[in-house]
T-cell receptor, first 113, second 111 residues
Framework: KQEVTQIPAALSVPEGENLVLNCSFT??????LQWFRQDPGKGLTSLLL?????REQTSGRLNASLDKSSGRSTLYIAASQPGDSATYLC????????????FGKGTKLSVKP | NAGVTQTPKFQVLKTGQSMTLQCAQD?????MYWYRQDPGMGLRLIYY???????DKGEVPNGYNVSRLNKREFSLRLESAAPSQTSVYFC??????????FGPGTRLTVT
């Protein structure tokens, strides 16, 4: 069964710290991987999309890396801020006309001022 | 450009009642999806539509029906609501298998 695991489930850090969120997937034949942010009671906001042929993608203070062969991705957040507090979700697609996403359960991040 | 919109935002139903959740996208995407999000379970696919006129079951389709009304709209119907269908429902669209865009969600409680 294709599964996505995110570790840790929750993380609390002081403001200004650099941090890494982890995502692993059981079937390495992914088409792409997407990182989302979800604020409490809100929808999902796409942060970064990495195609299977790419090793990393960057957007501002965020950097996502992909090691397809080992079934792992990391989301690096530099100089964390209280506004970064949210749940971060990792999801993979196996392509094709279906293209649906398989989600991890998320990492709840709290950045303390 | 509204992206993906969903109505209603909140709904409370009694067991056995029916309702339809509406979803529309203005990005001209071919593919649309319905997911549900439950505590401790993550998001799971209910149904998807790869193109106008086609629909297929996802991981958890029991108790639901869908209609792809046109390219813009994809509705989810609960014919006889059950407490197990209490959840947050998200609609998404994409030009599969590329980046997916999500709506704000519908929070449904079945009593």
């Amino acid at each position: 069964k294709q599964e996505v695991t995110q570790i840790p489930a929750a993380l609390s850090v002081p403001e200004g710290e650099n941090l890494v969120l982890n995502c692993s997937f059981t079937d390495s034949a992914i088409y792409n991987l997407q990182w989302f942010r979800q604020d409490p009671g809100k929808g999902l906001t796409s942060l970064l999309l990495i195609q299977s042929s790419q090793r990393e993608q960057t957007s501002g203070r965020l950097n996502a890396s992909l090691d397809k062969s080992s079934g792992r991705s990391t989301l690096y957040i530099a100089a964390s801020q209280p506004g970064d507090s949210a749940t971060y979700l990792c999801a993979v697609s196996y392509g094709g006309s279906q293209g649906n996403l398989i989600f991890g359960k998320g990492t709840k991040l709290s950045v303390k001022p | 450009n509204a992206g993906v919109t969903q109505t209603p935002k909140f709904q409370v139903l009694k067991t056995g009642q029916s309702m339809t959740l509406q979803c529309a996208q203005d990005m001209n995407h071919n593919s649309m999806y319905w997911y549900r999000q439950d505590p401790g379970m993550g998001l799971r696919l209910i149904y998807y539509s790869a193109s106008e006129g086609t629909t297929d079951k996802g991981e958890v389709p029991n108790g639901y029906n869908v209609s792809r009304l046109n390219k813009r709209e994809f509705s989810l119907r609960l014919e006889s609501a059950a407490p197990s269908q209490t959840s947050v429902y998200f609609c998404a669209s994409s030009e599969a298998p590329y980046e997916q865009y999500f709506g704000p969600g519908t929070r449904l409680t079945v009593t």
